[in-house]
């Protein structure tokens, strides 16, 4: 699925104090010795494939885009800083508030491109201060989205064309940003949809939300009459279709019991709960994900 321009990270985390403190500090030594406006060029490259692969996938142009389009300094930046460079003169900080990234030339492979260890993914040529300080900043937000497009690519040659691949990572992501970039650049990756609902409103709907359900959805029906018109779905008796691929697959369920304090299993059986009332329930969820998978 081709992916749109859209913002996922607001400006109030991505501005010029998302870098390494010892970029700025740098630059202060470029303008201190006369050579903050040098002619500089920064190439974005990596030595190795990821995932023992042979190829990578580019991404997160975008963002580094975005972030050099709205590259200033506010004047909160500046208090901040002079208050941990109280050394640097007062001149200095007027430098960084005329900053801006107007004057740097951009060259980047396009996003969803194959690239290769040490050939420049993105180039960027201008003020050596100004590029010095925006350094950490370009691979912070190009490094992750090219992970997780990479990976996502080498799950959709392995699956085939034919499989929908949907993303569930908000519960496993690396805080509500990394769990929304992630699934962003799952779907350049080729995944159809995903399950994160403001990935969705961020991309105006374009890209679908979609989704299965909790373990605590099924668990909270006690017994087969409290399902009522819920145990079927589309035309299909969820129930009997639990029965139906139970005996296809010639499964036997484990029934669990507490006994002291310890617990009992039948050995050589395929263990789906830890209690006999919560074994239909498990079978249920089962057969609910299977009807969704062959739905399509």
């Not at 991505?14 to 201190?32: G, Q, S």
């Not at 030595?47 to 909160?76: I, W």
Request: hydrophobic fraction near 40%; charge should be neutral; glycine fraction near 8%.
């Amino acid at each position: 699925m081709e992916v749109r321009d859209y913002p996922v990270i607001d400006e109030y985390v991505v501005n010029p104090l998302l870098t390494d403190f010892y970029e700025i500090t740098m630059a202060y030594r470029y303008w201190k010795s006369g050579h903050a406006n040098d002619t500089a060029v920064f190439e974005l490259f990596f030595r190795k494939n990821p995932f023992h692969g042979e190829y990578t996938v580019n991404a997160g142009t975008y963002e580094a885009l975005l972030y050099l389009s709205r590259f200033k300094f506010t004047s909160e930046h500046l208090k901040y800083i002079q208050a941990v460079m109280p050394y640097a003169e007062p001149e200095f900080f007027a430098y960084l508030e005329a900053m801006d990234m107007g004057s740097v030339k951009i060259h980047a492979v396009r996003e969803g491109k194959f690239i290769f260890p040490k050939e420049p993914a993105l180039t960027l040529e201008g003020p050596l201060g100004a590029v010095q300080i925006i350094e950490s900043t370009i691979i912070n937000l190009t490094s992750y989205p090219t992970l997780v497009c990479t990976n996502a690519v080498r799950m959709r040659v392995a699956a085939g064309r034919k499989t929908k691949m949907i993303e569930f990572g908000l519960r496993r992501g690396q805080g509500p940003v990394g769990a929304t970039m992630g699934a962003k650049y799952a779907i350049m990756g080729t995944f159809e949809g995903t399950a994160n609902t403001l990935l969705g409103f961020l991309s105006k709907g374009e890209i679908p939300i979609t989704g299965t359900m909790a373990h605590s959805y099924v668990i909270s029906f006690t017994n087969e009459s409290d399902l009522g018109e819920l145990r079927k779905l589309k035309g299909i008796d969820l129930v009997d279709r639990a029965n139906h691929y139970r005996n296809e697959l010639n499964v036997s369920f484990c029934l669990m019991t507490m006994n002291s304090g310890r617990t009992r299993t039948i050995p050589n059986c395929w263990r789906f709960s830890i209690t006999p009332v919560a074994m239909w329930k498990d079978i249920l969820l089962w057969s609910i994900a299977t009807t969704l998978l062959n739905q399509e």
